[in-house]
C-alpha cells in the first residue's frame, strides 16, 4: 500500500538526520538566533504599541505590518529565487532586515518613535524576510539529502519555535529591564551569523541552458502551477483559511495580557513563550501522530484543538489556565502548518519549488496578517471575548471545507525534471521567436474514445501547468480515430522550458495517453511557427524591430 508524505517523514530516519549535514546544521543554527532576533522585534514592537496608544486595533496591526510583505511579495520573491542564485539573493534580503531593524533602533534611542514609524520599520523588516524566505527554503534540498528533505522542512519550522518559546520570554524581560532600543538592537545583531553564514556558502549553482525568464512570466508560470494543480491549490486555501482563522492568537496577546490578565511585558513575553513551547511540544509528537493519522485527519484535528484553546483563552482569567490553553494551541499550530509545509515542499518540481513555497508563505502570511487586522477590528468594535470567541468559531466552520477540500495523500516521486533531447529545426529561429503551435495527432481505438478523452485531461493539466497556452483537443470528423491535441507557447525559449518541465510522474501522466494508440500507429507531432499578419516583413532587407 502506498505511503503517504507523512507516513515516509517518520519511516526514512530520525527529526534530527538532517543536523548531520554541516552545512545544514550551520544555517539552522544561524537562523535560530536570527529567529530569536525577530520575536524580540515582535514583543518589543507590540509591547511598545500598547505603551503611545491605546487603540486595539494599532496593536494588532503590528502582527499585519510584519506578516503582510509575505502576502504581498512572496511570489514575486519565488520567481526570483527560481530565476537566480538563491545565496544572493538570500544575502541580500538579510541587508536590508538588518539596515532596517538598526534604523528602528536608533529612531527609537532618539525619541522619534511613533505608531507610524514602528508599522512601517516592522513592515520594512518583514520585506527582507519575505525576500529571504523562499530562497531559504528552496535551497533546503540542495543542502540535505532528499531522503531527509521532509526532517529538514520541519526543522526549519521548528526553528521558528524554538525562537518562539524563547524568544518572547527574554524578549519580554529585555524590554522591562533594558527598554525597546536593547529589543530593537538585539534583533539587528541577530541577522549577523546568518549573513556571515550565506556569505561563507561555497553554493555550485545548477546552470540553465536558457536565460532566465522575465519576472513577470516567472510570476505567471508560478500562479499557472498552482491553477493548474488541484492537490497544491487545496493545500493553499486550507492553510489561508487556517491562518486567518486562528490569527487571533498572535494579534491579540498583547491585549490578552494586559486586559484579561492585567499584567505586563513580563506576562505577555510568557503567554508567547508557552505559545512557543507548545508548537515545539508539536514538533516532537509530530512523527506519531502522522503514523496514526492521514493529512486530511491531521490538520482537522489541529483545527478542533487550536479552536478550543482559543475559546478557553478567551473564557480565562487566570495566568496559569491561559498559559496551558496557549501550550495546546502551540501544539496544535504547528502540527497543522508544518504538515502542510511539508507536502507542499514534497510535491513541489525543481522549476518552480521557489514559486510554490512562496504561494505558501503567501497563504500563511496572508491569512495571519488579514486575520490579525480582522481580529483587531473585532476587539477594538466589540472586545477582547468577542474576537476570541469569534476566531474560535470560524476555525471550527473550516472543518466543513474538508468535506469538498480534502488534502490529497502526495506519493513519493522524482521531482527532478526529465531531459528530452531537442526536436530537430529546419528554420532560422531565435529565443524569442514565436508563437510557437504544437500539434499531436493520435490514432485511437472508436471504443476506446472516452477513457481517451479522460486521460487528455490529465495531460491538459500537465502541459498548462508547465508553460503551455490555449490547450484544446479536437476529434476528426472524417475519421473519428484520430484525435488532435493543440497548445500554444508565446515563444521558442518557452516552448523549451516547457519540455524541460516535466516531472518523472507528469512523463508517466504521457505515457498513460500514449497506451491508448492503435497497435501500429505512433503518434505525430507538427511545431509550428505561427506567422499572425504583420509579423512578416514586407521586404526582404526591411528592418527588423
Given at each position: 500500500?502506498?505511503?503517504?508524505?507523512?507516513?515516509?517523514?517518520?519511516?526514512?530516519?530520525?527529526?534530527?538526520?538532517?543536523?548531520?549535514?554541516?552545512?545544514?546544521?550551520?544555517?539552522?543554527?544561524?537562523?535560530?538566533?536570527?529567529?530569536?532576533?525577530?520575536?524580540?522585534?515582535?514583543?518589543?514592537?507590540?509591547?511598545?504599541?500598547?505603551?503611545?496608544?491605546?487603540?486595539?486595533?494599532?496593536?494588532?496591526?503590528?502582527?499585519?505590518?510584519?506578516?503582510?510583505?509575505?502576502?504581498?511579495?512572496?511570489?514575486?520573491?519565488?520567481?526570483?529565487?527560481?530565476?537566480?542564485?538563491?545565496?544572493?539573493?538570500?544575502?541580500?534580503?538579510?541587508?536590508?532586515?538588518?539596515?532596517?531593524?538598526?534604523?528602528?533602533?536608533?529612531?527609537?534611542?532618539?525619541?522619534?518613535?511613533?505608531?507610524?514609524?514602528?508599522?512601517?520599520?516592522?513592515?520594512?523588516?518583514?520585506?527582507?524576510?519575505?525576500?529571504?524566505?523562499?530562497?531559504?527554503?528552496?535551497?533546503?534540498?540542495?543542502?540535505?539529502?532528499?531522503?531527509?528533505?521532509?526532517?529538514?522542512?520541519?526543522?526549519?519550522?521548528?526553528?521558528?519555535?524554538?525562537?518562539?518559546?524563547?524568544?518572547?520570554?527574554?524578549?519580554?524581560?529585555?524590554?522591562?529591564?533594558?527598554?525597546?532600543?536593547?529589543?530593537?538592537?538585539?534583533?539587528?545583531m541577530g541577522y549577523l551569523p546568518l549573513l556571515l553564514v550565506m556569505f561563507l556558502w561555497k553554493r555550485e549553482p545548477v546552470p540553465s541552458r536558457l536565460?532566465?525568464?522575465?519576472?513577470?512570466?516567472?510570476?505567471?508560470?508560478?500562479?499557472?502551477?498552482?491553477?493548474?494543480?488541484?492537490?497544491?491549490?487545496?493545500?493553499?486555501?486550507?492553510?489561508?483559511?487556517?491562518?486567518?482563522?486562528?490569527?487571533?492568537?498572535?494579534?491579540?496577546?498583547?491585549?490578552?495580557?494586559?486586559?484579561?490578565?492585567?499584567?505586563?511585558?513580563?506576562?505577555?513575553?510568557?503567554?508567547?513563550?508557552?505559545?512557543?513551547?507548545?508548537?515545539?511540544?508539536?514538533?516532537?509528537?509530530?512523527?506519531?501522530?502522522?503514523?496514526?493519522?492521514?493529512?486530511?485527519?491531521?490538520?482537522?484535528?489541529?483545527?478542533?484543538?487550536?479552536?478550543?484553546?482559543?475559546?478557553?483563552?478567551?473564557?480565562?482569567?487566570?495566568?496559569?489556565?491561559?498559559?496551558?490553553?496557549?501550550?495546546?494551541?502551540?501544539?496544535?499550530?504547528?502540527?497543522?502548518?508544518?504538515?502542510?509545509?511539508?507536502?507542499?515542499?514534497?510535491?513541489?518540481?525543481?522549476?518552480?519549488?521557489?514559486?510554490?513555497?512562496?504561494?505558501?508563505?503567501?497563504?500563511?502570511?496572508?491569512?495571519?496578517?488579514?486575520?490579525?487586522?480582522?481580529?483587531?477590528?473585532?476587539?477594538?468594535?466589540?472586545?477582547?471575548?468577542?474576537?476570541?470567541?469569534?476566531?474560535?468559531?470560524?476555525?471550527?466552520?473550516?472543518?466543513?471545507?474538508?468535506?469538498?477540500?480534502?488534502?490529497?495523500?502526495?506519493?513519493?516521486?522524482?521531482?527532478?525534471?526529465?531531459?528530452?533531447?531537442?526536436?530537430?529545426?529546419?528554420?532560422?529561429?531565435?529565443?524569442?521567436?514565436?508563437?510557437?503551435?504544437?500539434?499531436?495527432?493520435?490514432?485511437?481505438?472508436?471504443?476506446?474514445?472516452?477513457?481517451?478523452?479522460?486521460?487528455?485531461?490529465?495531460?491538459?493539466?500537465?502541459?498548462?501547468?508547465?508553460?503551455?497556452?490555449?490547450?484544446?483537443?479536437?476529434?476528426?470528423?472524417?475519421?473519428?480515430?484520430?484525435?488532435?491535441?493543440?497548445?500554444?507557447?508565446?515563444?521558442?525559449?518557452?516552448?523549451?522550458?516547457?519540455?524541460?518541465?516535466?516531472?518523472?510522474?507528469?512523463?508517466?501522466?504521457?505515457?498513460?495517453?500514449?497506451?491508448?494508440?492503435?497497435?501500429?500507429?505512433?503518434?505525430?507531432?507538427?511545431?509550428?511557427?505561427?506567422?499572425?499578419?504583420?509579423?512578416?516583413?514586407?521586404?526582404?532587407?526591411?528592418p527588423d524591430n
Amino acid at each position: 500500500m502506498e505511503m503517504s508524505v507523512t507516513e515516509r517523514v517518520g519511516a526514512k530516519g530520525s527529526m534530527i538526520a538532517p543536523l548531520r549535514t554541516p552545512l545544514f546544521r550551520r544555517i539552522w543554527l544561524a537562523s535560530l538566533l536570527s529567529n530569536l532576533g525577530f520575536m524580540f522585534l515582535a514583543v518589543a514592537a507590540a509591547w511598545q504599541m500598547t505603551l503611545l496608544t491605546p487603540q486595539a486595533d494599532m496593536v494588532a496591526l503590528v502582527q499585519t505590518a510584519l506578516m503582510s510583505p509575505m502576502m504581498l511579495l512572496s511570489i514575486p520573491a519565488g520567481a526570483l529565487a527560481d530565476m537566480y542564485d538563491r545565496r544572493k539573493i538570500g544575502l541580500v534580503s538579510l541587508c536590508l532586515s538588518l539596515l532596517s531593524a538598526t534604523a528602528l533602533a536608533t529612531s527609537t534611542l532618539f525619541g522619534l518613535v511613533t505608531p507610524w514609524v514602528i508599522l512601517g520599520f516592522c513592515f520594512l523588516i518583514g520585506t527582507g524576510m519575505a525576500l529571504f524566505a523562499p530562497a531559504w527554503q528552496a535551497s533546503v534540498g540542495e543542502q540535505v539529502p532528499r531522503e531527509t528533505l521532509p526532517q529538514a522542512v520541519a526543522l526549519n519550522v521548528i526553528s521558528f519555535n524554538i525562537a518562539r518559546s524563547f524568544g518572547p520570554a527574554i524578549g519580554g524581560i529585555v524590554v522591562a529591564v533594558a527598554g525597546a532600543v536593547t529589543a530593537f538592537a538585539s534583533t539587528a545583531m541577530g541577522y549577523l551569523p546568518l549573513l556571515l553564514v550565506m556569505f561563507l556558502w561555497k553554493r555550485e549553482p545548477v546552470p540553465s541552458r536558457l536565460p532566465p525568464e522575465r519576472i513577470d512570466r516567472a510570476v505567471s508560470a508560478g500562479i499557472r502551477y498552482v491553477f493548474h494543480s488541484p492537490p497544491i491549490r487545496v493545500v493553499l486555501i486550507r492553510t489561508f483559511t487556517f491562518c486567518f482563522a486562528g490569527g487571533s492568537v498572535a494579534a491579540l496577546l498583547p491585549l490578552v495580557a494586559r486586559n484579561l490578565l492585567h499584567g505586563t511585558a513580563e506576562i505577555f513575553g510568557l503567554l508567547l513563550g508557552c505559545f512557543g513551547i507548545g508548537a515545539v511540544l508539536g514538533a516532537i509528537s509530530l512523527n506519531r501522530i502522522r503514523r496514526s493519522f492521514s493529512e486530511e485527519a491531521t490538520v482537522s484535528l489541529a483545527a478542533i484543538v487550536v479552536s478550543a484553546s482559543i475559546a478557553t483563552i478567551a473564557m480565562s482569567g487566570y495566568a496559569p489556565l491561559t498559559c496551558l490553553a496557549l501550550i495546546v494551541a502551540g501544539t496544535g499550530w504547528m502540527i497543522a502548518l508544518t504538515l502542510l509545509n511539508v507536502v507542499i515542499q514534497t510535491s513541489a518540481p525543481r522549476w518552480a519549488s521557489g514559486r510554490l513555497l512562496a504561494t505558501y508563505n503567501a497563504a500563511s502570511a496572508g491569512g495571519i496578517a488579514l486575520g490579525s487586522w480582522f481580529w483587531g477590528y473585532i476587539a477594538e468594535e466589540f472586545d477582547v471575548k468577542h474576537a476570541l470567541f469569534g476566531s474560535a468559531g470560524l476555525l471550527t466552520a473550516t472543518l466543513l471545507l474538508a468535506l469538498r477540500l480534502r488534502i490529497a495523500k502526495i506519493p513519493e516521486t522524482d521531482r527532478e525534471p526529465v531531459k528530452l533531447t531537442d526536436p530537430e529545426v529546419n528554420l532560422a529561429l531565435t529565443g524569442r521567436s514565436g508563437p510557437i503551435v504544437v500539434e499531436l495527432d493520435y490514432r485511437v481505438p472508436a471504443n476506446a474514445a472516452r477513457e481517451f478523452y479522460g486521460r487528455m485531461l490529465a495531460v491538459r493539466s500537465v502541459r498548462c501547468r508547465n508553460g503551455a497556452f490555449d490547450w484544446s483537443i479536437a476529434r476528426d470528423i472524417q475519421d473519428p480515430e484520430i484525435w488532435v491535441e493543440r497548445f500554444h507557447c508565446p515563444t521558442w525559449h518557452d516552448y523549451l522550458r516547457q519540455r524541460d518541465r516535466n516531472t518523472p510522474e507528469e512523463m508517466q501522466v504521457h505515457l498513460d495517453a500514449h497506451s491508448f494508440l492503435k497497435d501500429g500507429h505512433e503518434m505525430s507531432v507538427r511545431r509550428l511557427l505561427e506567422r499572425p499578419f504583420g509579423s512578416v516583413r514586407w521586404k526582404e532587407d526591411a528592418p527588423d524591430n
